[in-house]
């Protein structure tokens, strides 16, 4: 690791697949990770989950052994936010809950030092929301990664009003030292890709639900059609619908626009626990022989 960087101890709150997927890459780059959640099952867990992470590398011949060892030695796990507070970034990646990431933040403020830049891996919601009020918000941003962590090249930047400059540039420095592709957004809610995502899949669970076309038909016309690599209805599966759903409603209430308002077929699949490919059904069926099965929503 060079010299030079201006981050060198990074600290992630949140170990679900994102936070995790978060670790694997900081620390797969170079740098010391602490990471932590709020039970010692989970962080267990989760440096299961990067171990086995590592082990697929090393399969693959995209890893050597001894750099697994290494890579792991790297990442220190804990349940104490106090763990965190020589980190040079702290990088929040808990669950999507405005309350739940401002109590956090309010927390980081009082433990880290003065020079600790903060960071929210949130989705949707506006990082303005999450630090009002909060001392030092001229060292805090959005830092959204897109899921799965390891594959996925790019990262949104969110810079608030008050972010400074300097903070800036160094969180795109360390975002291009990940292999990353970091692209800056101003701060509102969804930002740039979900802002625009969205109301496209929303669409297409609209135009499912009018009889337009088939779950197959829709995906199909995107893929062959617009050449996007997953049809909207195979990605809102691959997102997981609970989790679309909740972005419906931050966007709207942010909005108050028609087009993100989540489709009622997306709010009764969620009530219904067919949450996607993770339930093993959404608008696919992922239970049976066949690796998907479309399902038959149309006119629903």
């Known amino acids: 690791m060079g010299e030079d960087r201006a981050f060198k101890q990074i600290g992630v709150v949140g170990l679900g697949s994102m936070g995790c997927g978060i ?3 900081v ?7 602490r990471a932590v959640d709020v039970e010692k099952r989970l962080v267990d867990e989760a440096i299961s989950r990067l171990d086995r992470a590592f082990q697929k590398l090393v399969q693959k011949n995209l890893m050597e052994e001894h750099e697994r060892s290494e890579v792991l030695a790297r990442i220190e796990g804990g349940t104490d936010l106090g763990v965190l507070k020589d980190c040079d970034l702290v990088i929040e990646a ?24 903060f960071a929210s891996n949130t989705s949707t919601l506006s990082i303005t929301s999450l630090v009002s009020n909060l001392d030092r918000p001229e060292r805090f941003l959005g ?20 972010t400074s400059q300097e903070v800036l540039a160094s969180v795109l420095d360390f975002v291009k030292s990940l292999g990353k592709a970091p692209v800056v957004v ?7 890709v979900n802002y625009l995502l969205t109301p496209y899949l929303f669409d297409s669970i609209r135009s499912l639900s009018s009889g337009l076309a088939s779950v197959n038909d829709i995906d199909t016309g995107m893929r062959l059609g617009c050449g996007h690599p997953m049809g909207p209805l195979a990605l809102a599966d691959l997102i997981g619908l609970d989790v679309l759903l909740n972005a419906g409603n931050i966007l709207f209430d942010e909005y108050r626009e028609a087009r993100y308002a989540p489709p009622p077929l997306l709010k009764r699949l969620v009530a219904l626990g067919d949450l996607g490919a993770k339930s093993g059904r ?9 690796k998907s099965k479309p399902r038959d929503l149309m006119g629903l």
């Open 23 to 25: 670790a694997q890459v």
């Open 143 to 162: 830092l959204h990664f897109f899921n799965p962590a390891p594959v996925m090249k790019l990262v949104e930047v969110v810079k608030t009003a008050a």
């Open 186 to 192: 101003r701060d509102q809610a969804g930002f740039l």
């Open 94 to 117: 808990i669950y999507e809950d405005r309350e739940g990431k401002r109590k956090l933040f309010s927390q980081l403020v009082q433990i880290c030092t003065e020079e600790t830049v």
């Open 282 to 290: 959404g608008f696919y069926d992922y239970k049976g022989e066949e």
């Open 27 to 33: 620390a797969g780059n170079g740098y010391q990770v």
